[in-house]
Structures are given as C-alpha cells and as structure tokens.
C-alpha cells in the first residue's frame, strides 16, 4: 500500500521515483533520488552559473634581435644583457670580447708566463752557479748531462745507445730568439768532430762554410770553461775524445766562427 503524502518525488521529470529519504542539491536546491542527487546527474544549472571561468594568458616573451619574430613562452635571458633570445639568436655576440678586452686579458695572461720565465731563469743560473762551484766533478757533470737530455735536439735516426750530449752556445754574431743564446744539442758519438760540427750546426740554423776552402774563419768547437779549442783535426772520433777525457757528455761547449785556438769565454754567457 503507497503513502503519497509520505517522502518527496524527484524533480526529474523522467523519474518522478517517489523517495522516503529525498536528496537536496546545496545549489539549486530541488529534491533528487539517489540515482540523480548528483550535480552531473541533473544537469544542475545554478552549479554551472556560480563557476566563473577564468582565461589565463600564457606569457609570450618576443626575440630581442630585431629580424627576428620568434615568440616563446618561457623567458631565456642573456646572462649579460639581461635580454630574452629564442633558440636561434641566444649566441647574439654579448659574451664576445672586444678587440681591447681581447688585448687586456692576453696582457694579464703573459704576466705569469713572464714571471715563469724569470723564475725559471734565476734557478738555472744558481743550478750554473753551484755546478761551477761544485767539488764533486763527477757529481757536477752527470747533473748537468740530466739537465741537458732534457731539452737537447738533434737528428732523430741517431740511435739512444749513441747519443752524447753537449750544451752548445751560439756564435757572438748569430741572435736566434727561439733559441736563445745556448741550446742542448745531441750527436752521435760515432762521428767525426766535422761532422759533429756540420750536425750541429743545421739543427741549430747557423751557417756553415767549413767545406769551402776558400772561406776565412771556419766553424770550431771550444771548451766553455777554458775557451781552448777542442781539437783541430776535423777528422778525429768523438769517441776518442770521450775515452781521453778530452771532451766530456754533458759538457758546454762554444760553437765559433775563429782560427784561433781560444775564445774570449766571458762572451758567451
């Protein structure tokens, strides 16, 4: 038996389903059964009225280069000028240097490498100093033969088992800034001192007019130390000369146009 004054029908009008516990809808208030309580169920129209829909405008950041058209939506700026750049422009040329930054950053540069080099310069010269001084000849001689191979030149098919060292210094008329005014030079033990000389010489870049007869001063190796010709014999072996103790591996030697049996040692520093 149905009570028709007892609950509330749904306000659907495809329902009408009698309900003893009726929904209520906060928003348009009307009774619903359970199947259509629901906003979405009935379409309410006073939950869609009291939306307020809100168009959020992306932000839209233009190229700063003036050819450029290209918009973006998130902002790159140029850590320098603080500008924004697309893609294609964001090597714009703000970081470069100018040429005068370019020559003060290359100034600022050297200031270590020259201070290096004077560094380098006052050690090498106390290292020169104390061998000289040094009582121990034999301890002396092997240092600076370690010194020399270090940054000694030569011909490469001049096998290692051969090699003897000597610290050249140029002739007084020649001025190589590469080089500076002495060199390590390696040469094969095996040689003549001519050919040794010859050898020498074309690494070293100097001219040579030993074979020319008809040449005035020839090219001649001295001792550092004394200044006195090493031998006048171009046709004599090195290895003659390392056995004798005529000529020490290691040793500095004066390279110099002269046909004279000394040199002035205080010219070759």
């Known amino acids: 038996m149905e ?22 809808c906060n928003h348009c208030h009307d009774i619903f059964c359970k ?11 006073s939950f869609h ?53 370019k020559t003060m950053k290359l100034k600022k540069w050297q200031i270590p490498k020259k201070q290096f080099a004077e560094a380098k310069a006052i050690v090498d ?16 001689n092997k240092v600076r033969l370690m010194r020399i191979k270090g940054s000694a030149v030569g011909p490469k098919n001049v096998p290692m088992n051969e090699r003897c060292y000597f610290l050249v210094h140029l002739p007084t008329t020649i001025s ?13 033990m095996n040689w003549t001192v001519g050919k040794a000389i010859d050898s020498i010489a074309d690494v070293l870049k100097i001219s040579n007019n030993n074979n020319n007869v008809a040449s005035a001063c020839k090219l001649q190796l001295f001792h550092h130390s004394t200044g006195a010709l090493i031998c ?35 010219l070759y520093k």
């Open 3 to 24: 009570f028709p004054h007892v609950g509330e029908r749904c306000s659907i009008k495809d329902c009408k389903q009698l309900n003893f516990l009726p929904f209520e």
């Open 35 to 45: 199947e259509h309580f629901h906003i979405g169920s009935h379409k309410c129209l």
């Open 49 to 101: 009225d009291k939306i307020t829909y809100t168009r959020v405008k992306a932000p839209n950041y233009p190229c700063s280069d003036e050819s450029c058209k290209e918009t973006s939506p998130i902002e790159m700026q140029c850590i320098k000028c603080k500008k924004h750049f697309c893609l294609q422009h964001r090597y714009h040329g703000c970081l470069e240097y100018s040429n005068e930054e």
């Open 125 to 140: 010269q106390e290292i020169s100093d104390t061998l000289k001084k040094s009582k121990n000849t034999a301890m002396a």
């Open 176 to 188: 190589n800034k590469h080089i500076g005014p002495s060199k390590g030079i390696y040469i094969n």
């Open 232 to 266: 006048n014999e171009m046709d004599t072996l090195l290895t003659k000369l390392l056995e004798n103790s005529e000529l020490i591996d290691g040793e500095s030697v004066i390279l110099e146009y002269s046909n004279n049996m000394t040199v002035d040692t205080s």
